[in-house]
């Protein structure tokens, strides 16, 4: 029977935004569906609570808040949460969608995997619990189920806050665990606690299973599976299979029963899994391999309705009195044989335990106002007129809140906390200012290392002439040096085309070799017959504007000088130059500003134009020359 069919939600549009294709997994807190979201046109993981939790107004508000959290938790290696959403009587995340298997589908496929292997899951799975542990989350329920392999290799954990929010029900505050047994904490058993070392505990069972294909504990019932947890130490892998002495050590190391003997949280497991991972030799041995698709439901294949490992939901005093079953006895496989001693204290334990339950009924709970935004030292008072705890962490840099405004909260606004609990409140420090380096004399590519250090990045590359700077070093940036800028922003930077080869065709014979010979060129002159004006350069190579050395050998080519401007006009224009009327002298504007000598000469009728040679602010050459006499609407060229 295909058990999408009959599902009522199938073919529903949630929240007028998600339209529901198919179910894909159903575990036993929620049922995961293949969905579409519409409004940005992807598809999405949705993962429906079931009605029971849905009911429970303290578990929607935790689940909301929880929600919040994870999905400000940006890690590769974490399935991403989009949104968080209520449509009547379901309860939905939406989550990304994740093509492959689970780490429970590969165990099930293989059995076991050669130790390198199996750390080269542990090692992204150990990141992304070390990213939560670090933003102060707790996964809570860590295990093969919500570890996902996609078709393309990558890892990624699932579920993050679920147990949290389960937490938060009515059920769950007099004395019930929360958890998978089989990767259950001695101190989730026994207390229902649990933080980072939590997580590592359940990371080192999960290790123990991918090397030797099994769970160290088993029994006829989870309570004796949960009091093994609590009484027995987890034995090394070497024990059942042909494992490293460094996978039996770090298994040891993370599943200590007491939590100070552990690492201090994921990150610091996996700086051990390296270390392990680096010196185990090379295996050969088949990689993993994905068939169908999933969702990212941390629970099982499309194939199944009941969890393989469901998280479990018990009264935690049958734990404490459980026997751990007959199929392996903790106490006759130690040689240990039950005394009056033990009796006593199980009894005590029972007592502690309703001492416990009574506590926490009498507990009042408060919830945690919204904070973000407001003045740190506001908020803490707020809080504290609440009877919270207050806890200031290290500041972060953000664009829109401002420094000394509240960033975050852990927990988020209006969760539920018991009276007293401590809140912990980030700090933002503004907008992140970085300064532009000096980067001036410097090549373009160790200018551009420069400014990647400084958290800028190499913007437009442009040339100007700078005879006085080597050719291809920075002479000027865009913003300046010294700047306070967004990080990230882009620097343009002005290199020096060092010397250049000034324009001066047009320019007297006399005149132009002057200045070329001033500017460190070697000088050759030709003349030729030309049409041009008398003893003006008609040609010069290297050609205008290249990029030359100093004392480059430079040749000008020039029309013959042998006779005046007159006998070049008549030749020229069919008539003698004395004939016309519409002469005029024209004027002198050497040393003169460009825009002055430009208005003088256009007032006198003749057209400008202005060529650049050492881009200074006054006349260094004309052509014709002042005191000569020329028609009317005769080009006049100036050199700056």
Known sequence: MDTTIADPLVGRLLDGRYRIESRIARGGMATVYLALDIRLDRTVALKVMHRSLAEDPAFVRRFIGEAKSVASL???????????????????????????????????????LPAREALEIM????????????????HRD????????????????????????IEATNQTRTGVMIGTIGYMSPEQVMTGGADVRSDVYAAGIMLFELVTGQQPYDGETPMSVAYRHVHDTVPPPSSLVDAPPLIDTLVAQATAREPDDRPADATAML???????????????????????????????????????????????????????PGEPPARRRGFRPNWFLVTLAALMVVAVGLTGWYFSQTQYVLVPELVGKNVASAKSEAAKIGLVVKVTEGQYDEKVGQGKVLSTDPVGRSEVEAGATIT???SLGAKRVTVPNIEGLDQNDAAIKLSEAGLELGKVSKVANPKVPRGLVTQ???????????????????????VMPDVNGMSKDEAAQFLTEQGFQVQVNEVDDDAEPCTVIAQNPRARAEVDPGTMTSITVSRCGGGWEDWFGRNNGQDANDQDDFRIVPNVVFK??????????QQGYKVKVRNISNGAQVRFQSPRGGEERPANTMVTIWR
């Open 123 to 138: 090692i992204p799975v150990l990141a992304a619990l070390g990213a939560a542990h670090q933003q102060g989350m707790v």
């Open 477 to 499: 940036t865009r913003p300046s040096i010294g700047d306070k800028v967004k990080e990230g922003t882009s620097v343009n930077l002005v290199l020096s085309a060092g010397l």
């Open 425 to 427: 409140i980030v700090p």
């Open 593 to 602: 500003s460009v825009q002055d000598a430009t208005t003088e000469l256009q």
């Open 142 to 165: 860590m295990k093969p189920e919500n570890v996902l392999l996609t078709d393309d290799g990558r890892v990624k954990v699932v579920d993050f806050g679920l147990a949290r929010a």
């Open 271 to 325: 700086v051990a899994a390296v270390d392990a991972h680096r010196m185990l030799p090379r295996e050969s041995s088949p990689p993993y391999t994905t068939g169908q698709h999933h969702a990212p439901s941390g629970e099982h294949p499309r194939s199944r309705v009941a969890p393989a490992n469901p998280t479990l939901i018990a009264p935690r005093t049958e734990v404490l009195t459980a026997p751990a079953g």
């Open 74 to 112: 940006s890690h590769p290696n974490v399935v991403h949460v989009f949104d968080q959403g209520t449509d009547g009587d379901v309860v939905y995340l939406s989550m990304e969608y994740v093509p492959g298997k689970t780490l429970r589908d590969v165990l099930r496929a293989r059995g076991r």
